[in-house]
């Protein structure tokens, strides 16, 4: 009987066996009455929902509308009323427009300057100064948004604004234009307000009681302002328009499901409820069904039933939260096997930390501890990472384990909207919002794991810079605009560049950096370069024109360069300079000698940032004579900088140095000032001054304010813009032809002499050399620097100077330094001279002795007119 009571008895193997069926029919037809029924009541309740919100979004948009209206109307009133308060006459100087403007800015947050701009178009003041400098002298006229606006303003006489678009000061905005008319009716001026629409926009909409609203404020398809809310249905969204001083503004609103209680009982939930009632019992009648199954695989079947496509199932231990089990689809996500379980924890598959600042650890023993004190359920917040290392916010919900006393179980629910907002901000943290391309920290932190993987399995890694060489003059020819559409157009080549396991990221303006990984040897690492210079060097065509571009790559290689990353990072930047100094558009690979090379480069830029600080240079003065009776009719202010250990070092040993690190224009500004400070002495002393020659790069001639600053410490010296003289040198004025003769009529219109240098030493038109309003040619020493025997009809020179006396200029030849030399140009009837020959560059104390023999020589008047 023993035995025979372990034997099962037939009836009872065929009533288990008969149940399965019976309750699948039992739940089948309990799923279709229930179901039906509760989805019969889930639509007519989401149709008055939906008439509900719809209704809810229209009187919002109308609402918020008008307040936008009210706002922005607000904001433009008071920047008339400011205009108004100039009718009697135009601001008489910087400071008292500037005590004017502070007190609006400080009343209207969304202002972010307020501009004086002249009748002919030039911003003449900014308020407030810091931040908008880069503004003042700007000619609006030929500013492609600002232009057209300006016109419509000064034909309409009155308020215009332009376009939205991106601002110096940063975010998205508009300007507002507004004509000052005295009282005899005529425009003497303008004010220039501009503002960002986010804080214009932010007192209105980033509200509490509209947090649940996605609500977007556009112009036609530009976004203005945006905030993303619980829903983007487009049923649920209405639009409403306002009139912004003539341009039309949409206000599209989506409404917030869950206000006045709609969502606390929404459609979706009924239905589900009433599948779940018809699931519970199926899963009942399983379970009683198989009542003898497996423990372990009947409790992961019930977790797996409790997930749905975003959640994630897993049992961990009640006492130190090690993993028991999990699904499938839990340790794809996770990438862990069954021998892993042993020594994961639940917050070994976290961040450090979670998004409320408290440690993983630490959170994970909470609510282990809720569980253990009598807790039904546990729920938070609970961001995971992933095997590719992603961050996702998910809803987690630990509850005790039915079969297992001494586990618990964990459901993490992906939250759609959390994730959302984590990513952006994180995108918006790691990227260069221009590109699109990871940024300097994203480039470190991956740089730092390509190290630390090269290390792991002895793999072949370079890091590549690359340095757009000549982007600053496409930047100053074509504008801001312009310059950000190539730098998208250089990443995007980039891109194409590189594998998809490469990190091309962009570090700042118009330097790259590219991260090659599992390399099988350096010649991979030289492909690259390769093929970057390839595709850089391809014109690009930007605004009807082409632009060619100069880049330079250095490459640095682990472990044969570098080990750490910082060295690997400074060891290419070294062989992208020596890449630069090479050819154009090259690449060049790190050797050890470059360390030499960077660290002089890096001493000289420091040195010249102190000697800047410092005022450490001097300014050297070289007459120049007429040569029909050797009078002085001007000096050339030659720079020299004198170094920490007394040693004086030329213009050609620093300036390019002093270029790339910025250093230039403050530099300009001191040349400025000493010289004027000169003529003043000179006058103050007796005598009779002579003009001045001052050598302009090409980026200081195209400099915005380079006029405003030369006319400044003219007047503050008393002294006349003629004594001022501007030399260009012809490669420089023959890059744009178009726009170096709007810069030299700038110059000729405020009174200041302007001269040609090196004249003969690039391609010259003829066109543009009588259109060019120079009063003199410096001739290039190549016309003449040969032995008089070479040359016996002076078949170049000769030309050469004749063509510029047609044009009515005075003829001068610099660098003459033998009898020679000075006979051939005295044949070739060049008008003035200046060289060795005639004197060195002398110290200002030594410049009065040629101001006195010529004072001595001529009278003041007879001087005057040399000069």
């Not at 009836?11 to 399965?20: F, L, N, P, Y």
């Not at 279709?32 to 809810?56: D, K, P, S, T, Y």
């Not at 938070?380 to 996702?392: C, F, L, N, T, Y």
Request: charged letters at 25%; one cysteine or more.
């Amino acid at each position: 009987m023993q035995d025979g009571g372990d034997v099962p008895d037939d009836g009872q193997e065929k009533d288990r066996t008969a149940i399965k069926p019976r309750a699948m029919v039992i739940a089948a037809v309990f799923f279709c009455m229930v179901g039906g029924a509760f989805w019969l009541i889930a639509q007519q309740m989401e149709q008055a929902n939906e008439h509900a919100l719809v209704a809810n979004a229209n009187l919002l948009a109308q609402g918020l509308g008008d307040r936008i209206d009210e706002t922005v109307n607000a904001n433009l009133h008071a920047l008339e009323n400011f205009a108004d308060s100039w009718q009697g006459d135009a601001p008489a100087d910087e400071q008292r427009y500037l005590a004017h403007a502070a007190p609006l800015q400080s009343r209207f947050e969304a202002l972010q300057a307020i501009n004086w701009i002249s009748p002919n178009f030039i911003i003449q003041y900014v308020a407030p100064i810091k931040g908008n400098v880069p503004a003042m002298g700007a000619d609006l006229k030929r500013h492609p948004v600002a232009g057209p606006v300006l016109d419509m303003a000064f034909d309409q006489r009155k308020m215009q604004i332009t376009p939205t678009l991106e601002l110096l000061q940063g975010g998205r905005g508009f300007a507002a234009y507004v004509p000052v008319i005295d009282s005899k009716g005529d425009i003497i001026g303008m004010v220039n307000g501009v503002f960002r629409i986010r804080t214009m926009l932010g007192n209105v909409l980033e509200s509490e009681y509209l947090a649940g609203y996605t609500i977007r404020v556009r112009e036609n398809d530009s976004v203005l302002f945006e905030m993303q809310g619980d829903s983007t249905d487009p049923k649920l969204t209405r639009t409403t328009r306002i009139d912004v001083a003539g341009r039309r503004w949409d206000i599209d609103v989506t409404a917030d499901p869950g206000i006045a209680g709609v969502g606390t009982l929404s459609p979706n939930m009924i239905s589900a409820f009433g599948f779940i009632m018809a699931a519970v019992l199926a899963g009942v009648l399983f379970i009683y069904a198989s009542r003898n199954a497996n423990p372990a695989l009947k409790n992961l079947q019930r977790l797996r039933a409790r997930e749905n496509i975003s959640d994630l199932a897993l049992t961990i231990s009640r006492a130190d939260g090690h993993l028991r089990m999990m699904s499938p689809e839990t340790a794809s996500f996770f990438d862990l096997r069954k021998e892993d379980y042993g020594f994961i924890r639940l917050y070994n598959i976290a961040p450090e930390f979670q998004p409320d600042g408290t440690s993983s650890h630490r959170a994970q023993d909470k609510l282990l501890a809720a569980i253990t004190q009598g807790e039904k359920e546990a729920r938070r917040e609970w961001v995971i990472r992933s095997a590719e290392g992603v961050h996702v916010v998910c809803d987690l919900l630990m509850t005790p384990s039915e079969l297992h006393p001494d586990c618990v179980d964990v459901i993490l629910h992906h939250n759609p909207a959390a994730n959302a907002a984590v990513n952006r901000l994180r995108y918006l943290a790691t990227h260069d919002p221009l590109t699109g391309l990871p940024n300097r920290a994203l480039f470190d932190d991956r740089l730092n794991q390509a190290v630390a993987h090269a290390k792991r399995y002895e793999k072949l890694l370079s890091v590549l810079i690359v340095d757009i060489d000549n982007f600053r003059a496409v930047n100053d020819r074509y504008g801001s605009d312009v310059g950000d559409e190539t730098l998208r157009s250089i990443s995007g080549r980039l891109r194409a560049t590189v594998r998809e396991k490469d990190t091309c990221a962009r570090l700042a303006g118009d330097m790259f950096a590219i991260i090659a990984a599992d390399l099988s040897e350096a010649e991979g690492a030289a492909l690259v370069a390769e093929r970057i210079v390839e595709a850089i060097s391809h014109p690009i065509p930007i605004a009807g024109d082409e632009i060619r571009l100069h880049v330079s790559v250095g490459v640095a290689l682990y472990p044969n360069d570098a080990r750490a990353p910082s060295q690997l990072m400074a060891n290419a930047d070294a062989a992208m300079y020596r890449a630069q100094k090479s050819a154009e558009s090259s690449y060049c690979f790190f050797v050890e000698t470059m360390n030499n090379v960077m660290h002089a480069r890096l001493s000289l830029e420091t040195q010249l940032r102190r000697a800047v600080d410092e005022k450490r240079f001097i300014i050297e003065y070289q007459p120049r004579y007429r040569l029909s009776d050797h009078h002085v009719t001007g000096f050339e202010a030659l720079l020299r900088w004198v170094d920490d250990r007394g040693q004086r070092h030329l213009p050609p040993d620093f300036i390019a140095v002093a270029d790339r690190v910025g250093l230039l224009a403050p530099l300009g500004r001191w040349i400025f000032e000493t010289v004027c400070q000169q003529i003043q002495e000179w006058r103050t002393e007796g005598y009779l001054p002579v003009p001045i020659a001052l050598n302009l790069s090409g980026r200081q001639f195209i400099q915005a304010d380079i006029i405003k600053n030369i006319i400044e410490e003219t007047e503050r010296h008393d002294i006349s813009p003629a004594l001022i003289e501007i030399e260009i040198a012809e490669d420089i004025a023959m890059r744009d032809p178009e726009r170096s003769l709007t810069q030299f009529y700038r110059f000729a219109e405020v009174g200041i002499s302007l001269t040609l240098d090196q004249f003969g030493a690039a391609n010259s038109s003829l066109r543009y050399l009588k259109r060019f309003p120079v009063q003199r040619i410096k001739l290039s020493r190549s016309l003449f620097d040969i032995e008089l025997y070479e040359q016996p009809d002076n078949s170049v020179l000769n030309p050469a100077v004749r063509l510029c006396k047609s044009l009515n200029r005075r003829v001068v030849a610099v660098g003459v330094e033998t009898e020679d030399q000075l006979a051939m140009l005295g044949a070739a009837n060049c008008d003035e001279m200046q060289g060795f020959i005639f004197s060195p560059p002398v110290s200002k104390e030594q410049t009065h002795t040629f101001l006195t023999r010529q004072a001595t020589a001529d009278t003041p008047t007879e001087q005057q007119s040399n000069s």
